[in-house]
C-alpha cells in the first residue's frame, strides 16, 4: 500500500490573513518503507514572510523571490499524491494552505476522508501530554538534532518514524522487499543441487568398512 507523508511551510498562520505556502515536502512510502520518490519544492508565495514564520523555518523574501509559484506546480504535485492517502500531522492546519491555493486556482481541494492525521493518532494514544513532533520524536527515541529550523522534507523523515511507532509497526531499518525472480530460481538451484549431491566412497573406506562388517558378523549370537 502507497502513502504520502506531507508537510508544508508557510508565510504565516491564517489563511483568512492571506498567508500563503513556501514550501511543501512529501516523501512516497510503500507498505511503511520509504521509496526514492520524493517531491520537494520552495515556493514564491507573492507576499511578505511574516516574522514569527521566519523565526520558525528561515525561509527569507529574497530566498523565495526566484522560486516558482504554486501554480506552476501544481499538476506535478497533484500527480504525485493521486490516489495515495496522506498522512499529516496536525492535517487541519496544512489542508487549510493547500485548499486555499488550489481554489485560488480553481482546482479540487483535497478531502480529509483522505488523510490520516496523527496529530489525532497521538491525542488518543496520550491524552494529556505533549504531541508535537519533536514531544514525539523524544517519545520514541528519534534522532532530530538536525531540525534546528523546521523544513518540509526533514519534517516528513521524522513524521515517517513517528507513523511507523504510532500505529504500533516495528520501524523499517532496511528495504526489505520480495526476492526477484532471479534470487528464487538461484535458490531452487541450490537445493536441486544440494539434495543431488552423492559423495563417493574412497577404496581405503570401502575396505575398512568391509573389516568393520566382518567383525561384526562375528559377534552374531545366532551365528
Given at each position: 500500500?502507497?502513502?504520502?507523508?506531507?508537510?508544508?511551510?508557510?508565510?504565516?498562520?491564517?489563511?483568512?490573513?492571506?498567508?500563503?505556502?513556501?514550501?511543501?515536502?512529501?516523501?512516497?512510502?510503500?507498505?511503511?518503507?520509504?521509496?526514492?520518490?520524493?517531491?520537494?519544492?520552495?515556493?514564491?508565495?507573492?507576499?511578505?514572510?511574516?516574522?514569527?514564520?521566519?523565526?520558525?523555518?528561515?525561509?527569507?523574501?529574497?530566498?523565495?523571490?526566484?522560486?516558482?509559484?504554486?501554480?506552476?506546480?501544481?499538476?506535478?504535485?497533484?500527480?504525485?499524491?493521486?490516489?495515495?492517502?496522506?498522512?499529516?500531522?496536525?492535517?487541519?492546519?496544512?489542508?487549510?494552505?493547500?485548499?486555499?491555493?488550489?481554489?485560488?486556482?480553481?482546482?479540487?481541494?483535497?478531502?480529509?476522508?483522505?488523510?490520516?492525521?496523527?496529530?489525532?493518532?497521538?491525542?488518543?494514544?496520550?491524552?494529556?501530554?505533549?504531541?508535537?513532533?519533536?514531544?514525539?520524536?523524544?517519545?520514541?527515541?528519534?534522532?532530530?538534532?538536525?531540525r534546528e529550523k523546521h523544513n518540509a522534507l526533514v519534517d516528513c523523515e521524522l513524521l515517517t518514524k513517528?507513523?511507523?511507532?504510532?500505529?504500533?509497526?516495528?520501524?523499517p531499518t532496511l528495504n526489505f522487499q520480495k526476492k526477484t525472480e532471479e534470487n528464487l530460481i538461484k535458490?531452487?538451484?541450490?537445493?536441486?543441487?544440494?539434495?543431488?549431491?552423492?559423495?563417493?566412497?574412497?577404496?581405503?573406506?570401502?575396505?575398512?568398512?568391509?573389516?568393520?562388517?566382518?567383525?561384526?558378523?562375528?559377534?552374531?549370537?545366532?551365528?
Open positions: 500500500m502507497k502513502e504520502i507523508v506531507l508537510d508544508t511551510e508557510t508565510t504565516g498562520l491564517s489563511v483568512q490573513e492571506g498567508h500563503k505556502i513556501v514550501e511543501i515536502g512529501c516523501i512516497e512510502l510503500n507498505d511503511l518503507v520509504p521509496t526514492t520518490n520524493i517531491f520537494h519544492c520552495y515556493l514564491n508565495p507573492q507576499r511578505k514572510v511574516s516574522k514569527d514564520a521566519l523565526e520558525v523555518h528561515g525561509y527569507t523574501d529574497e530566498f523565495l523571490s526566484n522560486k516558482k509559484k504554486f501554480y506552476e506546480i501544481v499538476d506535478e504535485f497533484l500527480e504525485f499524491i493521486k490516489d495515495k492517502k496522506l498522512i499529516i500531522h496536525n492535517a487541519d492546519f496544512d489542508l487549510a494552505h493547500l485548499n486555499n491555493e488550489l481554489q485560488l486556482i480553481g482546482k479540487k481541494k483535497i478531502e480529509k476522508v483522505n488523510v490520516i492525521d496523527t496529530l489525532d493518532i497521538a491525542r488518543d494514544k496520550f491524552p494529556g501530554l505533549s504531541i508535537s513532533l519533536d514531544a514525539l520524536c523524544k517519545r520514541y527515541r528519534i534522532d532530530n538534532s538536525k513517528v507513523y511507523i511507532n504510532l500505529i504500533d509497526q516495528k520501524e535458490d531452487k538451484n541450490i537445493l536441486k543441487n544440494y539434495s543431488k549431491k552423492i559423495v563417493e566412497p574412497n577404496i581405503e573406506e570401502l575396505e575398512l568398512h568391509k573389516k568393520y562388517l566382518k567383525n561384526s558378523l562375528k559377534k552374531n549370537f545366532f551365528n
